[in-house]
């Protein structure tokens, strides 16, 4: 398990300890939930990434596995709402989301988990999606296209995670996978099928799932929607989500999967 902090290419030591040298609280809040961006942070974009320094308020500590999807969605938006954090690995297939001092903090052993204030935790990547788009442009403002968005958000847990999810974590990430779930593959791929049908009806006559924008709930079904090509799923008779998985790649502050910053420091 290992820690990392994010900071920019070239940053100066100057940089580096702003983040330990906190400024006045009474720097103004801006709709993220974190001080003025203008006021108090070094914000840089490279190789599709993105950086912050902030000063004056905690930062969030994410717990995550580097291909895990529902992890992967947490990352991703928290680079488009350009907010720092600072990262923890968890390798669960080694076993460290089962350890004493990580069940303490999620009693379900699970990743992603957020630490959204000191000693208290955020499980379930929607939930913290939800969470971290407060007062967002990535959350919806109208009572209905809220409940639009989380429809959207459900969906993706009940009927892309435990299909297309699953065939992912067990035929790319698990050794000998195909063979322990042969089993299972056939129902995943009729309902991974049948669920991306569903998505495909709307993007017939929506360019993305909540508001006519880009939201959490884009977030949500992008994850794991981008990787079925790697676990048998073919998108070709899927035209409409070929193409909205390109505009989704499209949208400012994007970082693919497999993003890792280009200088880190180790958390303490």
């Not at 969906?155 to 990430?173: R, V």
């Amino acid at each position: 398990m290992s820690a990392k902090t994010f900071f920019p290419r070239g940053a100066t030591q100057k940089h580096r300890t702003a983040t330990t040298r906190p400024r006045s609280p009474e720097i103004p809040i801006n709709g993220h939930g974190c001080h003025d961006i203008a006021a108090v942070m070094t914000y840089s974009k490279f190789a599709g990434g993105f950086l912050t320094l902030v000063a004056g308020r905690s930062m969030y500590t994410l717990y995550s596995m580097q291909r895990s999807g529902n992890s992967y969605k947490v990352r991703l938006a928290l680079a488009h709402l350009r907010v720092p954090f600072r990262l923890v690995e968890i390798d669960i297939l080694k076993g460290e989301s089962r350890t004493p001092e990580f069940l303490a903090k999620n009693p379900n052993g699970q990743v992603p988990l957020l630490e959204a204030a000191p000693g208290r935790y955020l499980a379930e990547s929607n939930a913290i999606l939800w969470h971290l788009a407060s007062g967002s442009r990535l959350r919806p403002e109208n009572r209905i296209e809220r409940a639009e968005a989380l429809q959207w958000m459900f969906f993706e847990q009940h009927s892309i995670e435990p299909n297309i999810g699953s065939a992912y974590f067990w035929l790319t990430l698990v050794k000998g996978g195909r063979e322990l779930q042969q089993h299972a593959l056939e129902d995943w791929m009729e309902e991974g099928n049948r669920a991306l049908g569903v998505m495909e009806k709307h993007l017939k006559h929506h360019r993305y799932f909540a508001t006519e924008r880009y939201s959490v709930a884009d977030i949500a079904l992008y994850a794991y929607t981008h990787l079925a090509h790697e676990c048998d799923f073919d998108l070709g008779p899927f035209p409409a989500i070929r193409a909205w998985l390109a505009r989704v790649e499209a949208e400012p502050d994007h970082v693919p999967m497999h993003w890792q910053p280009a200088q880190v420091v180790a958390a303490e």
